[in-house]
């Protein structure tokens, strides 16, 4: 999809006070490519969190498949985390005419990492999604949101070593590589990059 800058520019506030009300219309995210919609999780995303989490192909990077019998409680937790406000737990609807079709998700939230609490950003998308760029869109709409809501701070990211489609994604909004780091994830250690940015130095698309 083609946007016209001025208007996406002119949008911005538009697009906060849908965020804020939990959801987001199909509408530019700003990239200029894709065009995109947030929701907030819920109850009946069971299954694509099955689809995500019990992948061994999606989870190739996070040390292998979750098992099938944690994901009820996994979504019961990332509900309760969003409905809490502790964490920004979004799935990515691509504007494809059907707001039941879920693309893969973006998160935000805050963990202590070696004493200290930091805030994290993270995103998975599905297979027949990869590719068209609504996990970039993604990142982009809520490290947005981040930067107008004054929260989060410096936010990090942990994309796996060999993630080259995740560590394209960091290099291209602006995050910086501090070097390699190893990760925690579902108790497996992981060899990660890891990047952080400020979400007021967002790279916007006229930068890209």
């Known amino acids: 999809m083609q946007v016209d800058e001025d208007v996406v520019a002119d949008g911005d506030v538009v697009l906060m006070a849908e965020i804020l009300a939990k959801t987001m219309s199909p509408r530019p995210t700003g990239d200029g490519k894709v065009d995109i919609a947030l929701r907030e ?31 009820e409680a996994k979504l019961r937790h990332d509900i309760d985390e969003a409905t809490s406000g502790r964490a920004w737990i979004y799935m990515i609807q691509p504007s494809c005419g059907d707001p039941s079709v879920v693309g893969g998700n973006v998160v935000l939230w805050a963990q202590e990492s070696h004493g200290v609490w930091i805030s994290e950003i993270g995103w998975m998308v599905l297979p027949e999604f990869q590719g068209r760029g609504i996990g970039k869109a993604a990142v982009r709409l809520l490290l947005r949101r981040a930067r107008d809501a004054g929260r989060w701070g410096v936010v990090h990211a942990y994309p796996g070593v060999a993630n080259t489609a995740s560590n394209a994604i960091c290099r291209s909004l602006g995050f910086t590589l501090i070097g390699r780091h190893d990760a925690v994830y579902a108790e497996r250690s992981l060899p990660t990059n890891h990047w952080h940015i400020h979400p007021v130095n967002l790279t916007e698309p006229s930068a890209d």
């Open 41 to 71: 999780v819920a109850a009946g995303d069971a299954d694509i969190y099955e689809r995500m989490f019990c992948d061994p192909t999606m989870m190739s990077h996070l040390g292998g498949p979750l098992p099938r019998g944690s994901i």
